[in-house]
């Protein structure tokens, strides 16, 4: 689940029983913790938080298995560095499709 709307205080996106049931992957922990869907965990869920974008894309850390925290899907909470939010969606676009998964829009008409 992409979560990229929620870029300041008071937004919000996911209900609570979204993210008590996934690992969230964060573009960058600190902000997501301040003004993202993150914000919104209380300390005891902030484990939930299992890898920063960054330190993923240089292979500094893994994602561990979603069963490991008894997840039953991941979310990537973005709170709005554009680069970071192209660069995912076009990422995830691109496997949706190579995977004949999802429906396209045509929103020139």
């Known amino acids: 689940i992409l979560a990229m709307g929620a870029d300041s205080p008071g937004k919000r996106e996911l209900g609570a029983s979204v993210l008590a049931a996934a690992q969230i992957i964060a573009d960058q922990r600190e902000n997501v913790l301040k003004v993202g869907e993150s914000a919104y965990l209380t300390a005891d869920e902030a484990h939930r938080i299992v890898a920063e974008l960054g330190a993923l894309l240089a292979g500094g850390t893994s994602i561990p298995a979603p ?40 929103f020139g008409r």
């Not at 490991?68 to 979310?75: E, I, K, L, N």
């Not at 973005?78 to 660069?87: C, E, L, M, P, Q």
């Open 67 to 106: 069963t490991a925290q008894g997840a039953r899907f991941r979310v990537f909470d973005s709170v709005g560095s554009a680069i970071i939010d192209a660069t995912v969606s076009r990422s995830i676009i691109s496997l949706a499709m190579a995977r004949g998964l999802g429906q396209t829009f045509d």
